[in-house]
Nanobody, 125 residues
Framework: QVRLVESGGGLVQAGGSLTLSCVSS????????MGWFRQAPGKEREFVAV????????YYADSVKGRFTISRDNAKMTVYLQMNRLKPEDTAVYYC??????????????????WGQGTQVTVSS
């Protein structure tokens, strides 16, 4: 019922910035918590950030705190991830995901029912 389409990935030099976007085709976008995850080759998918339905509560992984900002525009049915001061270790495929079940937001990928196709972010040094 919820389909997510991501864009904004690319190649950037260390210290640079990128903004990822994820557009939802679902009509209940405002009812779901939206999260960002990432996965590097050979590694498990890891939590990056989440924003609650209201758009007022956010939580970030320690590795990105102070550098990444998650936001949402319910009118546009879009969630964003602003990434600043990028590091080579940020290189991964980034996925947006929708949590339609949790009362409060979750940092575990098992809680998310819908996923985007992923967009590659590569940070060079």
């Amino acid at each position: 019922q919820v389909r997510l389409v991501e864009s904004g990935g690319g190649l950037v030099q260390a210290g640079g910035s990128l903004t990822l976007s994820c557009v939802s085709s679902g009509r209940t976008f405002s009812r779901v918590n939206m999260g960002w995850f990432r996965q590097a080759p050979g590694k498990e998918r890891e939590f990056v950030a989440v924003i609650a339905r209201s758009g007022t509560d956010t939580y970030y992984a320690d590795s990105v705190k102070g550098r990444f900002t998650i936001s949402r525009d319910n009118a546009k049915m879009t969630v964003y991830l602003q990434m600043n001061r990028l590091k080579p270790e940020d290189t991964a495929v980034y996925y947006c995901a929708a949590d339609d079940s949790s009362t409060y937001y979750s940092t575990t990928y098992h809680a998310y029912e819908y996923w985007g196709q992923g967009t590659q972010v590569t940070v060079s040094s």
